[in-house]
């Protein structure tokens, strides 16, 4: 489940997109002033949806304290190209203006979530035991080779890179699409199944866990 924290000062504004996400399975914070977004970059959001005019801080003022790998859209009033170009310069992945279109905006969330998702699965990555080389395709656990196929390993990475974060069947499949896009909803559980199988063969570490009614996640440490 992704974690999108809102800053936006317009309790109405702020309602409506909590609202909105929360029907897409997102997890929504909700800030009310830059300061306070500010104090929320702890709880590590996926993505930053961000007025510009707020009490505290401004937009501009906390784009500077947020990470990088921390996808911002703003969120704003302000439509000259100008101000569009500042704060795509600054750091922005996405300008919206307003009065916004909210299937518009839920688009663009979904494809700054997924290109985000993209960016980190570049070089390798580790998870307890598991070194998974995403250059070259191949997984390693305990310096042993674990033989996948293209679904196998496109489930797994994405698993992996989503910081032991749940996903759920149709998310899963929206953010492998690009790599198997022949694996059906119906197929996921059968591809995780067979994923499960041959991860026992290597060790006695269950890494996949499915949460009732959610979807999955990966068990262990990053």
Request: hydrophobic share 40%.
């Amino acid at each position: 489940m992704y974690r999108i924290l809102i800053v936006e000062d317009d309790e109405d504004i702020g309602a409506v997109l909590q609202r909105e996400l929360e029907k897409e399975s997102m997890e929504v914070m909700r800030a009310l002033t830059g300061t306070e977004g500010r104090m929320m970059l702890g709880t590590n959001p996926d993505l930053i949806l961000m007025d510009l005019m707020l009490p505290g801080l401004t937009g501009e003022e906390l784009l500077t304290h947020i990470p990088s790998d921390i996808p911002v859209i703003a969120v704003s009033a302000k439509s000259s190209v100008d101000d569009k170009v500042a704060l795509l310069s600054g750091g922005c992945v996405d300008y919206i203006t307003k009065p916004f279109d909210i299937k518009e905006l839920k688009a663009r969330v979904k494809v700054a979530l997924r290109t985000a998702e993209g960016k980190r699965t570049k070089g390798s990555i580790t998870f307890g035991e598991m070194f998974i080389d995403t250059d070259n395709h191949e997984v390693l656990i305990k310096g042993r080779e674990l033989k996948l196929t293209r679904t196998e390993y496109a489930i797994l990475k994405m698993l992996a890179v989503s910081k032991g974060r749940v996903i759920s069947k149709s998310e899963l499949l929206d953010l492998i699409r690009s790599e198997t896009p022949d694996c059906t909803e119906s197929s996921v559980k059968v591809h995780i199944s067979n994923l499960r199988k041959k991860i026992k063969e290597i060790t006695d570490t269950e890494y996949i866990e499915a949460v009732w009614g959610i979807g999955f996640k990966l068990k262990g440490d990053l």
